[in-house]
Nanobody, 118 residues
Framework: QVQLVESGGGLVQPGESLTISCAVS????????LGWYRQAPGKQRELVAS???????KYADSVKGRFTISRDNTKKMVYLQMNSLKPEDTAVYYC????????????WGQGTQVTVSS
């Protein structure tokens, strides 16, 4: 079965950096698009960053210039490097994989907590 497992979350102070990871198994990694979503208490889940099979990336306006998404097709890992963290970045971060064919399917990890607080 398809599994996505996030790791690397934790408590950091404003202005610090943190990198979270997602290990993907049970699917042909090179043929899926990937993304990081986050959900803060009382708010909707939002797309933070995405990366395609050809490494085209997109970012939410709120994180542009601070976050970087990357993928390692050999290790089957997806990363989100987060710099200059703000309290507003506090949320549970979820890894997402999209298999477009033959029918569009979405897979999700259980999430990892990122808390930015002084």
């Amino acid at each position: 079965q398809v599994q996505l497992v996030e790791s690397g979350g934790g408590l950091v102070q404003p202005g610090e950096s943190l990198t979270i990871s997602c290990a993907v198994s049970g699917i042909i990694f090179s043929m899926i698009d990937l993304g990081w979503y986050r959900q803060a208490p009382g708010k909707q889940r939002e797309l933070v960053a995405s990366i395609t099979t050809i490494r085209s990336t997109k970012y939410a306006d709120s994180v542009k210039g601070r976050f970087t998404i990357s993928r390692d097709n050999t290790k089957k890992m997806v990363y989100l490097q987060m710099n200059s963290l703000k309290p507003e970045d506090t949320a549970v971060y979820y890894c997402n994989a999209v298999k477009p064919l033959p029918r569009k399917l979405d897979y999700w990890g259980q999430g990892t907590q990122v808390t930015v607080s002084s």
